[in-house]
């Protein structure tokens, strides 16, 4: 078009049309140019045309990431005009803009296939070099070809079918076409496919269709999409692509969702939940396996009864009704306590002054009262003793002469009946026990005296017109004397009477399942303790009013902070506030308290966020649900509160008052403070206290809006005469103010009276002064300081309690890590003080007076819930240390832990027979602790390696605290505790049961009761296996069995399980490898330690999946990068984030931190490098090519820092010095997208890896690549070095971490060691078949390097062999140090001539040999020179042979002798340093090279016109014989150099460290082999290839011919000779796989590893496996047979089938293989573990893959292939499995997919994706075929004897006869039914369960039980939370169903088949990946206990085995044994 008009040719009639309305311009002549400058001009336009395009295609559209496939169809109906390609010249046909729209997306894709299509034809467009102009040509003449003619195009089915057929992955489907309508055959083509692709191999396939014919552009509105990921467009535009290219990144849907975490947005939330609906069946949860914990509350029954005479009626309440009640109350999580204070103690003892209090005091903290009345009416005080204080105000009033008895029932019950009415009980008994009674005991029992009987009737009367429950005149009758007490009995009404008042009481108080009112007791509990501190609170009203004001005054969110030092008050005041605010009458405050450690529960952060969340909910009606992650309720509470300001009206106020947030639990960093919004909501107040100067404090002043602070400081001193005051008023005290006696001023002029804590202490100690007139006195002696005053109180206390209950029980306190319930201390008291052999109780009245005196000292308990005794403050248990716990009486503290470990203990384990069958959480979180501390390591690892210990741990969820357990931390240890912990962390007993834990963590956390499974399939020599299966043998329960366990530790030492962050898409080691971090797809950074598995920090902020991840310095930051386009620097030690760093445009896949932590480098795919500073995240720099067009994938940093190491998806590496901001490198040899990449830790070498698979070695120095390593057949996402370099491992999308050597190099084979001492030296013969070595004894090996058992051995010389050679075929040569030389023949081992040449005057220090001759030297500086052909070497004479000269000239021993190519030069090197030329036809010097190297020479050798010398200064250096002058130094060994070998440009060397490495002519070094372990002294290297082509040129070949070079590196060899005895031949450019690990079910994206070895990685499965060192994958377990290999085939198993008796079943696989296993290894014993055997491998074909299998009954076996043939074979144990025949089943050679045998036994029915079922009877004869479906036929079940089902992937049924049919007969369906389904499932496998009824498994998850009479959907259930793959049943009616999902388990069910089916869920398994088949059988046992393998299964399920056989994704074959517990 521009060279028409440059040329003038085009006129004005002949321009495109223009739109209406425009003036039309004329066109002036143009004169035509000259050639040249329209040449010039056309070019300019051509390439300002590309450059739009290039703009359009790399610069303004995201790249299009994974792998896509674009269509083009090129068809004659796509060549009219497109109407939408304005702007592209003249008008362009729809398929000129199809190609350029094709080529502009293939382009813009980081892997792209693309095909042009007509009508039957189709082809691969292949790019060239050149523009997309130049390529758009190409294929518009291909196009022409393709389609000649008027034939219209149409999608090509075939290559759609073999992308299903071959399972190739792609993640992008474009189809650029005309207006194609979805319901032709073409479009239900393609919709057909994309179900089927979706379904076989990615479920997350795009699709999109452009259609370019339409008139407009944009969203296709004639066509509605079908499925979420179908995407229709019209219209060209380049914005489609970047339509695309954004639709098809899920991280851009992530980033929408995420954006306001990312920038503080207000999110409006949907509910993630379907709304049910009565179309859809009720789903009745599974059995889930799951720990369960509940909130436990605390009842306490108070016993109220006179003294002497209720003795029995005591007992029998304390003895069996409150153990009952105990037992009942425990299954609703309540702990019961009685509170009898008359127990234990004697009547006069009751009369203390203090017993009334002590009562009073007790009944308030009690829920429920019992009353007991006889005849006796009580002791009396003559006035009621009680503390002036308002509580105990109503006793001032009342009647005096009462008794204590009826005192306590008026203060229980009779002061308010109404509310003491159902709490409240009283029990009367019969006056006519009175007659029963001897006289001599009748006096306990009667009236003191009539007035005391008058007021006991009236106290009755009172009781019974109360309305309050009474039981009157309950039976009771005399027993007589017992221990020294009156006793009655005939108590049982009594009893029961007692027993179901108190239980109907509490069920309707404390219902069973209401756990979420632990919420509402909460609330109360802190509005409780809200209530009890503001009351107590004065003065500072200032500080109130500004802090009033502050919370006023905001009209958008504030955020205030009160701080003030330990002790200051800051609790009394935010609780006073909060009440000012409840108060307050100018605004209306809606207030959410929330005090730290006042109750249980409130110091974890989920904790206090779930309850605002359901307290917002109930107070403002918030229609939302709460969340149960941290993660999303980090977020979701700020919409929460919100809402709630929205519903709670104009002007009003939330707020939430947060005391004490340095108290809590560091768990999801919430002392970070990240769980604020940066961003406070309009309407809501929040006040946070914290202590001064702590990091609470510290983060709230580092947000961008620091917090408004209010300093509570010191009291001034009217604050503290007011609290002074108000502290004494409550017990009707004060302090004398007057001038002469101002009592006040003494005690607030004391040093800490500025400490609340101290006047507090202070007051109380006047309270209890009780001498007025000495307080002044007692005022001036009060200590004037904190810690001597608490000093004295505990003085004063000891006297009043006992030195030893005191100390005792506040040491208790003080060593108890988490405080100590009552019952706890209790119990703990008494095992203190109870003698030997005698346990001795401590009276309730004793216990309740202790605890009331130690109030002063704890926090304030909440008598709702079963609050812990803490102590309050640091300095109350600074103080209990200095006093009981410092110098000698420090020693006791491992007494008083091993006293509450055995408190403990005997929660755990009741019985005490280390059953550990309790349920106290605690106490199992306790015990070990405990332990520790007591130093009870005998015990403390016998509980940890207890396996009931474990499994109840698990069973209560603690699975995380158990590896704490075994892992304590040992910081904040002194050094010899630290000593003794560090010894029990590594013993090996506490070693396996921690790797046992950590290796099923994620099982343990998920399904705890699978704990005991998991233990029995340990492996069989295992302490763990053998006590689970003496366990099961005592005990059975129901489980799974893994038969064919390979008896080795599992690889997996521990697995983090998915949670709600999704697939972990990337992972990160910290330096000192103490944490590791994780990345996720929903935007969630968490940092885990690496010993426990246990999340310290969760980071959340960015608003797309994390793709990468570093540490940053050792543990200092963390640094994420993300797909929104931003990287956040996280504060490891804060728990905050730094910054983020924003640079990049587009989503940044990669980020690195060089060593230092001081610099961080990011690419992204816009294509730059950014490099930020590490410290603040500054941006320091951006790199970018100036020509570059392709994004960046990945970044590493060179071990030194500063250079770094960008992959980028056009297939290149290259290297930048960051410091001086210049690109050094650039490498190229990938042919896909550069996915990973790493430095080797020496730095001379770049690993990384591809999207074909493929991974290169590169050099650091030269740039080029050195090798290649292979072994994955998908993408490598990751790899890493381990910190060593030992090793490298691979993560790949197929499943797969691969760990290979650090370096290339595989050893081939390996020879001795042997008892002949060193191997000293070897030689190789011209035919590579055969080596000679020489051992340091003198002994000589020939050894065939191709059969192990050929080796001939000969003792040749007397002294070490010096070196060895092949002379000929027939002869060889050695040499010894002794100056011997030999030239021998072996005619046999026995049988050998030799002769021997003249010895050397000194011994010989080196031999060299070549065709011509050989040379010889020795120590005294002496070169003989030999002939190489003599007669003489054929007599057996000593001076036959003489040398052809002698040459001397070094002033040193010489060590090294080459001869030069030439044959005609010598060289020789010396311990002087020099190197002597030497010429062999005059015998002269030739050169002399002096000072050579450092130190001595000790090895050479010459390749050409080059020398090679190898030195003890670790160096080598190459030289240029041809100018006899040095070329470069090679450096990199660590040791001497010992031995060198050149040979086709290629240098191996050996050193004094047993190293050998190998380099390239240029100097470049290659690989580091790790030979061996002692000094290498010989080396050879033998390249297979002519002399005419230098090794070192491969490489070069490689990159310009593709690979093509004549030597292939595999024929490559080393041989090395050591002193530890072995020779090796080495592979040195063949990578060496050391193990590969197995055990994820999706793609495996990232790895690392550790400084140990081990490996880390993670996977779009959403967890994190840590992996064993690889050093110990291989190590089998000592004295266990071999069992089967686990990975069977190596692609996903197809089908398995058993054989009719069930020994034998076959496997098939998409490798093409079938394989015959045998199960009888175990010896078929009832209680045998059995096995697996291999027993053959049949290799069905290796062009297609086999879909189904079948065991016939007459031992054949039928095998359906990819191709539509069933190939059947016989099978005999004795032999291979023969082929029979291949039958062709006439179904369009589609995939087989189902074989069964019919019902009547006589036909195979054969099912495919022909939509058909084929028949075939015993003549393997094809009989009939079945038509009636309309899709892929995928199951079959026919156990009928006259008709069969058959399930369609359209999810139909159909039923036809298949008896009696006519040969090549065609069936029709009798039946054709559509079983009611879950929306969007596709029914995918059946089974027949019981007589009448069909099991369908379909996408989702779901079963449903199909009625075969009514043909209905009768049950729906959810049974995984992926698709049901497989399924199979054992027994008939009530018979058990297996299923097998994607979800990688396999679970068992009682199916009971009524008029109302159910499913009853019995076991479960985790498989190690995907299940992708199941077979099953039933194997009675014979009389004599032996397996049968008769067919009669007549016997019960219960005397035989249940076989089930799993195979899955990756190959694997688990052969398991269900057992169920009888």
């Known amino acids: 078009e521009i060279e028409k008009v440059m040329k003038g040719e085009v006129k004005e009639e002949q321009r495109p049309p223009q739109g209406k309305g425009k003036r039309k311009k004329k066109l002036k002549p143009v004169k035509e140019l000259p050639k040249s400058a329209t040449e010039q001009l056309l070019k300019q336009y051509r390439n300002a045309l590309d450059t739009a395009l290039k703009i359009a295609t790399c610069y303004n559209v995201k790249p299009i990431g994974g792998s896509t496939l674009i269509l083009c169809n090129v068809g004659s109906n796509m060549r009219h005009p497109c109407t939408t390609a304005r702007g592209l010249g003249k008008p362009r046909t729809v398929q000129e803009v199809g190609i350029l729209l094709g080529l502009m997306c293939k382009y813009s894709c980081e892997q792209c296939s693309t095909y042009v299509y007509g009508h039957e034809k189709f082809a691969e467009v292949s790019l060239k ?93 004639t066509i509605t999409p079908t499925h979420k990921n179908n995407i229709h467009l019209a219209g060209y535009s380049d914005q489609i692509l970047r339509f695309i290219a954004e639709r098809g990144d899920t991280g851009q849907l992530t980033y929408i969702e995420n954006i306001d975490k990312a920038f503080n947005l207000k999110e409006v939330k949907v509910s993630a939940l379907l709304s049910t609906s009565s179309a859809i069946p009720s789903l009745v949860p599974e059995k889930t396996f799951l720990a369960t914990t509940s909130h436990w509350r605390t009842i306490r029954v108070f016993i109220s009864s006179t003294f002497r ?259 200051s008050g800051k609790t009394a005041f935010m609780a006073t506030l909060a009440q000012m605010c409840m108060d307050s009458t100018q605004t209306k405050f809606y207030v959410l308290p929330h005090f730290v450690s006042a109750v249980p529960d409130s110091t974890d952060i989920v904790s206090v966020l779930t309850r605002f969340c359901h307290e917002m909910k109930r107070r403002f009606g918030v229609d939302l649900e709460v969340p149960e992650g941290y993660s999303d309720l980090a977020h979701t509470w700020v919409e929460f509160a919100e809402k709630s300001v929205a519903n709670a009206g104009q002007n009003a106020k939330l707020v939430m008052v947060i005391d004490g947030i340095d108290l809590l639990e560091d768990k999801h960093n919430a002392r970070a403070m990240e769980w604020l919004p940066e961003e406070i909501p309009k309407g809501v107040v929040i006040v946070l206290s914290a202590v001064e100067g702590g990091s609470c404090l510290a983060a709230l002043q580092r947000r961008k809006v620091p917090p408004k602070v209010v300093v509570v400081g010191a009291m001034d001193i009217s604050d503290k005469a007011e609290m002074v005051r108000h502290q004494l008023s409550k017990h009707r005290k004060t302090l004398d103010e007057s001038p002469f006696n101002n009592q006040m001023k003494v005690l607030l002029t004391k040093k800490d009276a500025n400490n609340p804590l101290y006047l507090h202490l202070a007051c109380e100690e006047l309270r209890v002064f009780g001498m007025f007139e000495q307080v002044m006195t007692f005022l001036r002696k009060l200590p004037s300081l904190l810690p001597a005053l608490l000093q004295e109180v505990l003085t004063r206390m000891e006297g009043e309690l006992g030195a030893e209950v005191l100390s005792t029980s506040l040491v208790l306190l003080c060593l108890a890590r988490n405080g100590l319930l009552e019952c706890e201390l209790t119990s703990s008291l008494t095992s203190f003080f109870s003698k030997e052999g005698s346990e001795v109780m401590l009276p309730p009245m004793a216990i309740a007076r202790l605890l009331r005196s130690l109030q002063l000292f704890l926090q304030p308990t909440n008598q709702n819930n079963s609050d812990l005794l803490t102590i309050a403050h640091r300095d109350i248990k600074k103080a209990i240390r200095h006093s009981y716990m410092k110098g000698v009486a420090s020693d006791k503290e491992r007494v008083f832990h091993a006293l509450l470990a055995g408190y403990f203990k005997s929660q755990v384990d009741p019985s005490g027979e280390g059953l550990y069958d309790g349920t106290d959480e605690r106490a199992f979180c306790e015990l070990p602790y405990h332990l520790m501390a007591a130093g009870a390591w005998k015990e403390l690892e016998e509980t940890v390696c207890n396996l009931n210990f474990v499994i109840s741990k698990c069973r209560l969820g603690l699975a995380h605290h158990f590896l704490e357990d075994c892992s304590p931390s040992t910081s904040d240890l002194p050094p010899g505790k630290a000593r003794d912990v560090s010894r029990f962390i590594q013993l090996n007993s506490v070693q396996d049961m921690k790797s046992f834990v950590s290796r099923n963590l994620h099982i343990l956390i998920t399904s705890p009761a699978l704990s005991l499974q998991q233990a029995v399939n340990e492996p069989s020599s295992s302490a763990i296996a053998k006590r689970a299966t003496e366990m099961v043998k005592k005990s059975p329960v129901p489980l799974f069995k893994w038969l064919n366990n390979p008896n080795e530790v599992s690889s997996c030492q521990m697995t983090i399980p998915s949670s709600t962050t999704g697939p972990v898409l990337s992972v990160a080691l910290s330096q000192d490898d103490g944490l590791f971090a994780t990345g996720s797809k929903d935007c969630v950074v968490k940092v885990f330690e690496l010993s426990t598995g246990k999340e310290v920090h969760t980071f959340i902020g960015h608003a797309a999946g994390i793709t990468s991840l570093c540490f940053v310095g050792k543990r200092r930051a963390l640094c994420s990068a993300s797909l929104d386009g931003t990287l956040s620097l996280w504060d490891l030690q804060e728990g905050h984030r730094i910054t983020t760093m924003k640079g990049h445009t587009k989503s940044v896949h990669g980020c690195a931190a060089d060593p230092s932590g001081k610099v961080i480098a990011s690419v992204s795919w816009d294509k730059s490098i950014q490099v930020w500073n590490g410290l603040d995240g500054k941006r320091i720099a951006t790199l970018k090519v100036r020509d570059s067009s392709t994004p960046l994938n990945c970044v590493a940093f060179h071990p030194e820092g500063q250079r770094i190491v960008v992959g980028s998806w056009d297939a290149k590496l290259t290297t930048w010095d960051t410091l001086a901001q210049k690109r050094l490198k650039t490498m190229k040899g990938h042919k896909t997208s550069v996915q990973a990449c790493a430095y080797a830790p020496s730095g001379r070498h770049i690993v990384s890896s591809a999207l074909d698979g493929e991974v290169k070695v590169w050099s650091t120095y030269t740039g080029s690549a050195v090798g290649s390593i292979t072994g994955h057949y998908s993408p490598v996402h990751s790899l890493a070095f381990t910190p060593t370099g030992q090793y490298l491992v691979t993560a790949s999308s197929d499943k797969l971490v691969k760990v290979w050597s650090g370096t290339l190099g595989k050893l081939g084979a390996s020879i001795g060691p042997t008892e002949f001492g060193y191997a000293t030296s070897v030689a190789l013969c011209q035919s590579r078949r055969r080596v000679i070595v020489g051992y340091h004894d003198g002994h000589v090996q020939i050894v065939s390097l191709q059969s192990d058992s050929q080796s001939t051995i000969l003792k040749i010389h007397n002294s070490p062999v010096l070196a060895v050679a092949f002379v000929n075929t027939t002869q060889m040569m050695s040499a010894s140090v002794d100056g011997s030389i030999k030239v021998w023949t072996v005619k046999s081992a026995a049988n050998q001539e030799y002769i021997e040449l003249p010895k050397h005057t000194a011994m010989l220090t080196c031999v060299v040999w070549q065709s011509k001759g050989f040379a010889s030297a020795s120590e005294d500086m002496v070169i003989h020179v030999w002939p190489h052909k003599d007669p003489a070497y054929k007599k057996k004479t000593k001076d036959g042979v003489k040398p052809l000269a002698t040459l001397r000239g070094h002033t040193a021993k010489i060590s090294c002798l080459a001869f030069a190519s030439d044959g005609y030069r010598l060289v020789s090197g010396s311990h002087d340093c020099s190197l002597i030329i030497w010429d ?236 015959v296993w045998d199960t009888k290894e175990g010896g078929g014993k009832e209680d045998d573990e059995g096995g697996l055997e291999k027993k053959y491998v049949i290799n069905v074909s290796d062009e297609t893959a086999i879909g189904a299998v079948f065991f016939v009954k007459n031992m054949s076996i039928a095998v359906g292939t990819d191709k539509g043939f069933v190939h059947v074979y016989k099978f005999s144990p004795e032999e291979c499995p023969t082929l029979v025949k291949a039958v062709d089943m006439q179904m369009d050679r589609q995939p087989i997919t189902k074989i069964v045998l019919s019902g009547d036994n006589n036909c195979l029915l054969v099912g495919s994706w022909s939509k058909q079922v084929a028949g075939m009877d015993r003549q393997r004869n094809v009989v009939f075929h079945m038509k009636s479906h309309s899709d892929w036929v995928v199951d079959i079940s026919s156990t009928d004897k006259d008709a069969s089902f058959s399930l369609g992937l359209d999810n139909e049924l159909c039923q036809w006869k298949h008896t009696n049919v006519p040969k090549s007969h065609e069936v029709q369906a009798v039946g054709k039914y559509k079983p009611s389904t879950q929306k969007d499932g596709l029914l995918q496998v059946m089974c027949d369960v019981g007589s009448g009824y069909l099991a369908l498994g379909d996408s989702n998850g779901y079963v449903f039980l199909w009625n075969k009479a009514t043909r209905r959907t009768t049950l729906t259930r959810k049974l995984h939370g992926r698709g049901v793959v497989a399924m199979t049943t054992i027994g008939e009616d009530d018979c058990l169903l297996v299923t097998g999902s994607s979800d990688a388990t396999v679970k068992v069910w009682r199916v009971v088949c009524d008029y109302s089916p159910s499913l009853e869920q019995l076991g479960l398994y985790y498989c190690q990946s995907c299940v992708t088949t199941l077979a099953s059988c039933y194997r009675p046992l014979a009389e004599d206990g032996n397996i049968t393998d008769d067919d009669d299964d007549s016997e019960s399920e219960r005397d035989g085995k249940i076989l089930i056989v799993a195979g899955d994704s990756l190959g694997h074959i688990t052969l398991l044994q269900w057992s169920e517990a009888v």
Not at 1495 to 1500: A, F, G, N, P, R
Not at 1593 to 1620: C, F, P
């Open 129 to 221: 070099e050149g523009t997309i102009l130049h390529n758009m040509e190409t294929v518009l003449a291909d196009a022409a070809r393709l389609v000649p003619g008027e034939q219209k195009g149409a999608v090509p089915t075939a290559l759609l079918a073999s992308m299903l057929v071959e399972r190739k992955s792609i993640d992008n489907l474009v189809l650029l076409t005309d207006a194609m309508n979805l319901e032709s055959e073409e479009g239900r083509n393609v919709m057909d496919f994309l179900k089927k692709y979706r379904h076989l191999v990615n479920p997350n396939l795009l699709f999109v269709s452009v259609d370019l014919s339409s008139k407009s552009t944009g969203v296709s509105g």
């Open 1480 to 1715: 062999l036809l005059s015998y002269k010097q030739l050169k002399v090279l002096n000072a050579c190297h450092k130190d001595w020479i000790s090895c050479l050798d010459i390749s050409m016109d080059y020398l090679i010398t190898g030195s003890n200064d670790f160096t080598l250096k190459i030289w240029n014989l041809r100018t006899d002058t040095e070329k470069t130094t090679l450096t990199g060994h660590t040791s001497a150099v010992s031995s060198v070998a050149f040979s086709q440009g290629c240098i191996v060397s050996g050193a004094v460290d047993g190293s050998v490495k190998v380099w390239t002519q240029k100097g470049v070094e290659i690989t580091t082999l790790h030979c061996h372990k002692l000094r290498v002294n010989a080396c050879l290297l033998d390249v297979k290839k002519k002399a005419s082509t230098q090794w070192a040129d491969i490489v070069e070949e490689e990159e310009e011919e593709g690979g093509s070079s004549k030597i292939r590196l595999q024929d490559v060899s080393v041989i090395t000779a050591s002193d530890d005895g072995t020779v090796g031949v080495w592979k040195p450019f063949v990578p060496n796989e050391v193990a590969t690990l197995v055990g994820h079910s999706d793609r495996v994206v990232s790895v690392a590893a550790t400084g140990d070895n081990k490996v880390l990685s993670s996977s779009l499965d959403g967890t994190v496996k840590l992996w064993a060192p690889p050093s110990l994958l291989t190590a089998p377990s000592p004295g266990l047979k071999k069992k089967s290999t686990v990975a069977a085939h190596t692609g996903p198993v197809t089908s398995a089938s058993f054989s009719e008796n069930g020994r034998y079943f076959v496997s098939s696989g998409r490798d093409g293989h079938l394989i």
């Open 309 to 567: 005479d209720m003795h029995g009626e005591r007992d029998l309440l304390t003895r069996f009704v409150f153990p009952e009640l105990r037992a009942r109350a425990h299954a609703l999580h309540i702990q019961l306590y009685e509170v009898d204070l008359r127990w234990g103690v004697t009547e006069e003892e009751s009369r203390s002054h203090r017993a009334l209090s002590i009562c009073l005091n007790e009944i308030s903290k009690c829920q429920y009262f019992v009353g007991l009345l006889g005849q006796r009416y009580g002791w009396i005080q003559d006035e009621y003793h009680c503390p002036d204080s308002p509580e105990y105000d109503w006793l001032k009033g009342y009647p005096s002469g009462r008794s204590i008895t009826e005192v306590e029932m008026y203060h229980a019950a009779l002061c308010d009946p109404d509310k003491a009415n159902g709490k409240a009980f009283f029990f009367f008994r019969n006056k006519s026990l009175l007659e029963e009674v001897p006289a001599e005991y009748r006096e306990d029992f009667s009236s003191e005296s009539p007035a005391t009987a008058e007021k006991m009737e009236r106290l009755k009367s009172e009781i019974r017109t109360s309305g309050l429950e009474v039981y009157d005149n309950y039976p009771a009758k005399w027993l007589g004397e017992a221990e020294g007490r009156a006793m009655v009995g005939g108590l049982e009404d009594f009893g029961l009477r007692v027993l179901h008042n108190l239980w109907n009481a509490i069920q309707k108080d404390f219902p069973e399942g209401e756990q979420g009112d632990a919420i509402s007791q909460a609330t109360a509990a802190h509005n409780s303790f809200l209530e009890t501190h503001s009351s107590s609170f004065v003065g500072r009203k200032a500080l109130l009013k500004s802090a009033m004001d502050l919370v006023q005054e905001e009209s958008d969110g504030a955020l205030v902070a009160a701080s003030g030092k330990s002790g």
